[in-house]
């Protein structure tokens, strides 16, 4: 516990630093402390030391610790940053207050369904496959523009930025920019990207969040 605090608080350092390095105003940057795999008692400290923006990759799992912990600290934020399926919409929506992984149409439909039946907005962001891996969720980049389009024109929804996960193996600064980059091209201003291994350098490429876990909770 003891540690677990000491490391998010040293991460939350190295941010500012890496903020001030990149001439960017302090506090620009969001640290979402990626949870998943940890139940409720290691994110207690956290939450009791002040922090409250979280990130889970599974509606599933997210739904047996988070309701309980947003039902005492009601201003928590929960971001979704794993794939979603379309029968989990309805979930995701009730649960997630971002969703990071919007990367087809029929998510997008659904999501956008599910926000008007449920009465509420959640917050969102395409997901890229940077690295354009076979395996990795998310819009290529050369269909990212046209994607952000039809999610706004077409579906009404708001779409907040983009996140990736550049290749595992990759030097991760040129993914890094070339989100930045569709960003610019699509006209949406956040960043979502860097993990515990590239957090300072997706800041110094612009991030507006990034997403930690194992650097604070231990692996995993
Ligand atoms: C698990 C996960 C993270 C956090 O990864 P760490 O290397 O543990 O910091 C960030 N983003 C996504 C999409 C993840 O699934």
């Known amino acids: 516990m003891a540690d677990t605090l000491a490391r998010f608080n040293s991460i939350e350092q190295r941010i500012a630093e890496a903020v001030g390095d990149a001439g960017r105003p302090a506090g620009s940057v969001t640290l979402v402390a990626v949870t998943k795999t940890f139940d409720a008692s290691a994110i207690k400290p956290l939450i009791a030391a002040g922090h409250r923006?979280?990130?889970?990759?599974?509606?599933?799992?997210?739904?047996?610790?988070?309701?309980?912990?947003?039902?005492?600290?009601?201003?928590?934020?929960?971001?979704?940053?794993?794939?979603?399926?379309?029968?989990?919409?309805?979930d995701a929506v009730a649960l997630f207050d971002v969703i990071e992984t919007v990367d087809r149409e029929k998510i997008a439909r659904a999501l956008s369904k599910q926000m008007a039946l449920q009465n509420r907005t959640v917050r969102l962001y395409v997901q890229v496959n940077t690295g354009?891996?076979?395996?990795?969720?998310?819009?290529?980049?050369?269909?990212?523009?046209?994607?952000?389009?039809?999610?706004?024109?077409?579906?009404?929804l708001s779409i907040e930025g983009l996140m990736s996960v550049p290749p595992i193996d990759d030097n991760p600064g040129p993914h890094f920019a070339l989100l930045r980059k569709l960003a610019e091209k699509a006209g949406v201003d956040r960043l979502s990207m860097g993990m515990s291994s590239d957090f300072e350098t997706a800041i110094g490429f612009g991030a507006t969040s990034v997403r930690v876990g194992s650097a604070i909770f231990g692996t995993r």
């Open 53 to 90: 923006v979280f990130g889970e990759n599974r509606v599933q799992e997210a739904q047996g610790k988070w309701p309980m912990l947003k039902q005492v600290h009601p201003d928590i934020t929960l971001r979704l940053i794993g794939p979603l399926q379309s029968n989990k919409a309805a």
């Open 132 to 156: 354009q891996e076979p395996q990795k969720a998310g819009v290529s980049p050369a269909d990212c523009i046209d994607f952000v389009q039809f999610c706004t024109a077409e579906l009404g």
